[in-house]
């Protein structure tokens, strides 16, 4: 059991201040047409309702996901200023893509059901995970959004338009969307994906991400990783061949030193991460990790100071073992 004492030390600089907070406008969905592969991104958007301009956040959903994943906190960071931009890849189950081959697209269904005990057998999720269709399929998706944020594109509301900022960019995801995230800030696959990549974002935060020794990822693949990062994991947050949270973590600790940051959350699992805050449980931690990322995006989108004054604070006064362990690097 943790004494109160040690909770209030787990906890510095991340309470949130209420009434500080914007309103904010969800857009469910929006069909954004890529015709240069004549695909459809179902896109779903939060925002801040004042003007702006605000940094844009793009946040890649997990393996199977859609747009509705992580809906919680990206209403969270849209309340504290950012544009949040959640695009459905072409893995989803819920929105199918009509683009992505019958073998892939039987292969994921399959894939998935029997991870979630709903099918006796079928290829390993990690394996359907090593097709190169569905990393390249998602760095399209990527940067064809990336060029409507830039362009300012008629495609996109002009409520959504009018609030963006596309001179501060960040991206973020979760599991496979980590994985996706951590390919575009840097880390180096073997074999390379084609180029061009999308690039020009000022951070990532990788929710359940990736460690060597699958989807191209080598010892070293980390190595040269420049952008500041924010990892995300569990105790209890395990790979889809069973791999340990601590894999999860290879690179936030093998990235060049500097503004690197990790939050290991106690009991958490690989689907709690979006857990609403009133659930008795996960609320209160989860809260506290919303805060945290607040202050990172704050710190490198905004380039307000006191974001890395909470992370350090944080950092610095967090110890293993508590409900939410806080490093930096």
């Known amino acids: 059991m943790f004494s109160r004492r040690r909770l209030l030390q787990a906890a510095p600089a991340l309470a949130v201040s209420r009434g500080l ?3 904010i406008r969800t857009l469910d969905r929006i069909d954004l047409v890529d015709p240069a592969r004549g695909r459809t991104i179902p896109t779903r958007i939060h925002m801040p309702t004042a003007p702006g301009p605000w940094p844009v956040i793009l946040f890649s959903h997990g393996f199977g996901g859609s747009l509705s994943a992580f809906g919680e906190t990206g209403r969270y960071w849209a309340a504290r200023g950012t544009v949040v931009i959640h695009p459905t890849h072409s893995d989803s189950i819920q929105v199918p893509d009509p683009t992505l081959p ?18 006796p ?17 998602r760095i399209a998706d990527i940067a064809f959004l990336q060029s409507l944020v830039r362009a300012r594109d008629t495609r996109l509301p002009a409520s959504v338009r009018d609030r963006m900022d596309p001179a501060r ?27 061009p990549l999308p690039a020009g974002f000022r951070a990532g935060m990788a929710i359940s991400g990736q460690g060597s020794g699958r989807l191209g990822l080598k010892a070293g693949a980390f190595d040269r990783m420049s952008l500041p990062l924010f990892s995300v994991t569990g105790s209890r947050d395990f790979g ?41 449980v996960l609320g209160k931690p989860v809260g506290r990790l919303r805060a945290l990322q607040s202050a990172f995006w704050r710190a490198t989108l905004a380039g307000d100071v006191s974001g890395w004054t909470d992370l350090d604070r944080a950092a610095g006064a967090s110890r ?10």
């Open 21 to 23: 907070e914007p309103a």
């Open 320 to 329: 293993a073992g508590y409900p939410l362990e806080v490093r930096r690097r």
């Open 102 to 119: 019958a073998e892939d697209a039987r292969a994921v269904r399959q894939a998935l059901a029997a991870a979630m005990g709903a099918r």
């Open 169 to 195: 960019m960040g991206m973020a995801g979760h599991s496979f969307g980590a994985y996706l995230t951590l390919v575009l800030c840097g880390a180096r696959l073997s074999p390379e994906p084609p180029p």
């Open 121 to 137: 057998t079928g290829t390993a999720l990690a394996e359907v995970t090593e097709r190169p269709v569905f990393l390249r399929s």
């Open 240 to 280: 889809a061949a069973q791999e340990t949270p601590d894999w999860r973590l290879e690179a936030f600790r093998s990235a060049p030193p500097g503004r690197q940051y990790a939050a290991i959350l106690d009991g958490f699992r690989h689907g709690d991460f979006d857990a609403p805050e009133s659930d008795p």
